[in-house]
């Protein structure tokens, strides 16, 4: 839906699975589509603009925090409960209605065409992943445990 739309885009498909060969097949006709198998993420996150999990549930991905601490926007459909503990829709992140393929292309396309929004959004996402930072949890812990003494 949208590869003609951004030719300056290119789309990198990391890590594996049991659907990989199926993907492969049908994006063979398109090109700046690269799949890269299971990889470390980190070179992936420094070059990527947008983090796209399409996952239809998940616990707490650790990948959208990963990628956020390298200013990369999380875009993910709104279908587990923890992606509101992560993204703020609009301001970290972009949610999606669970599985409606159309509105994830149409915001997608949305952000990628508004480069002012994305490096707003980027720089929202370092700043509140900070939150998830080991010192910060450690304090919590440490809070929790203190409150639990007295």
């Not at 890590?15 to 097949?25: A, F, H, I, P, V």
């Not at 999990?53 to 709104?78: C, Q, R, Y």
């Not at 209605?97 to 720089?123: C, G, H, Q, T, V």
Request: hydrophobic residues 40%.
């Amino acid at each position: 839906r949208l590869y003609r739309k951004f030719p300056d885009w290119e789309m990198v498909i990391v890590g594996d699975g049991k659907e990989r060969s199926r993907l492969e097949q049908q994006a063979k006709r398109l090109e700046r589509i690269s799949f890269v198998g299971f990889q470390s993420p980190e070179q992936y996150y420094r070059d990527a603009s947008i983090f796209c999990l399409t996952s239809n549930l998940e616990g707490f991905p650790m990948v959208l925090p990963e990628a956020m601490s390298f200013g990369v926007v999380p875009f993910s459909f709104d279908s587990f409960p923890a992606v509101h503990d992560i993204i703020e829709d609009g301001k970290t992140g972009v949610l999606v209605k669970p599985f409606s393929i159309k509105e994830y292309a149409d915001k997608l396309a949305l952000l990628m065409s508004d480069e002012e929004k994305r490096n707003r959004m980027s720089e929202n996402c370092m700043k509140d992943v900070a939150r998830f930072s080991l010192d910060n949890i450690i304090k919590l812990w440490e809070i929790l445990f203190n409150s639990l003494g007295k």
